[in-house]
């Protein structure tokens, strides 16, 4: 079962191996440390949003419609990224793992939208 976690906060019982879904490994942190400190176990920035998607994110408020504009270009970014997603919905069936970002709002976040790519591919999610 996946579950879709932030980066950085405490671990909860049962969420396995944590999957760093980010452009970036978190700054001033050494690699060793990245796990004790919750951020995460293996870093897969194949399913995180480009830099140029990135900098769009950061670079004004969200409003609805920027939001939609973020949606269409990560989804379109995620195409190359299919088989990926297929597996870890295929393994989300005898495994627990968890993927996940620093965004504070998951609701503006790619990690939103990266779970419903894997419930469409037909993953369990918590």
Request: glycine share 6%; charged share 35%; aromatic share 8%.
């Amino acid at each position: 079962m996946i579950r879709v976690v932030r980066l950085g906060m405490p671990r909860t019982r049962g969420e396995g191996l944590r999957l760093g879904t980010v452009r970036r490994p978190p700054r001033g942190v050494r690699k060793a440390d990245y796990a004790r400190r919750d951020f995460f176990d293996l870093w897969l920035p194949e399913l995180a949003p480009s830099q140029p998607l990135v900098r769009y994110a950061l670079s004004q408020p969200w409003t609805d419609q920027r939001w939609k504009q973020y949606s269409r270009r990560y989804l379109r970014e995620m195409k190359d990224a299919d088989r990926l997603l297929g597996l870890l919905a295929a393994l989300s069936r005898t495994a627990d793992f968890s993927v996940g970002c620093y965004c504070e709002r998951e609701d503006r976040c790619h990690r939103s939208l990266l779970k419903k790519l894997l419930r469409d591919r037909g993953a369990r999610i918590a």
